[in-house]
């Protein structure tokens, strides 16, 4: 493989403080293999975590002892940062996490990743190593466990949800599921409850922001996980919100995706953070209340007025009449009254308040034209 972060400077310089002695491994190594750029570079090496520190430090490096008991130190070189890990090999497990004792051989670190693709292996000059077939399964857009899918599961549920994430991502839907890891996740739903919300809420948000999430939610509906993970949800309205984003032009967002999934709060479910919440918040609301698009433009700008019109979309089957230009009409809108114009009249208080919200409702409703004058005339002669 060729990445072009294989080729930089600070690959380099990391490559030659480890003196040779490492891989780097999965995600990073997968996506070139498919010609994807990597969003983050994981190594993994025999050397142990203090030795990689006191490597990377001696040659001038920053490093951050990200998780030294887990074997992990953060590298940085430049701008980029390069998670160095130990080989590991699982020993124990509470089905919540896999316990794992450091290994000197690059076979017991393979072993103890999830599935094939994820345990391919490159040299600081790109040649590959591919311990567990994944180059081929990789090519045939299989996501295969490695070893016995229940076993691996077992050890840790959450394996349950990166394996339909991987498919969404890397899999063939006219190939399927691999039917083994399939039957693997509705026989062991039982430890499913006990994963942390912080956990699913990040192979949540990776899985529903693939190019099509949507074969693999529907198989998760099957399975049986996507119920336990999210109650109430419902595939039905993905296959033609990704049909309307595709025709629109509209990159991949997992919020649109999740929201189309039913009007439940996932706040707690995914562990969303406030700005997240809202964002969501916003789009159920679009869907229960069907506020005009204009309005929304207005209230939460564009791109916000834009999911909504999408996820909208897709519960009707087609965009909203002229939703581009209802969109393009309230962004960047701005009421023209204030308080103080009211103020002599209604005085400090909840009529005030009520007077205005009045008036800006009318001003939306007249596609804000409006202007200062005509809503304080309106507002004197008791028009609304
Ligand atoms: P992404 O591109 O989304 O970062 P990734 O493959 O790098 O994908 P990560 O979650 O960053 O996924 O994990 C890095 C690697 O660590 C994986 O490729 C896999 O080899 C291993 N790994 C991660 N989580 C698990 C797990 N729960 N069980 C076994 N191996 C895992
Ligand atoms: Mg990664």
New binding site residues.
Partial sequence: IAPSWLDRSATRAVAAALHGRFHF????V??AVLGRD???I?IATPLPPEEVQALAEAAGLRTVPTGIAHGTVTVIADDMRFEVTTYRRDVSTDGRR?TVAFSDSLAEDAA???FTM??LYAAADGELTDPEGGLEDLAAGLVRFIGDPSRRIRE?Y??SL?FFRFYAWYGDAGQGLDPDGMAAVAANLDGIPRLSAERVGAEMR?LLAAPDPAPSVSAMAISGLLPLLLPGAEPRFLPPLVHLETEAGAGPRWQRRLAVLGLEDRTEALRLSKAEARELAVLADALRADTPLAELAYRHGRAAAEDAALVRGAGLGAMPPDWQARIALGEGQRFPLAAEDLLAKYGQGQALGAALRRLEALWIAEDFRPDRDALLVIDRDGGV
Avoid: E, T
């Fill in positions: 491994v999965g995600g990073c997968r996506d990597a969003a983050d994981d896999a103890r990743r999830d994820n345990a840790d959450l394996r990166r990776k």
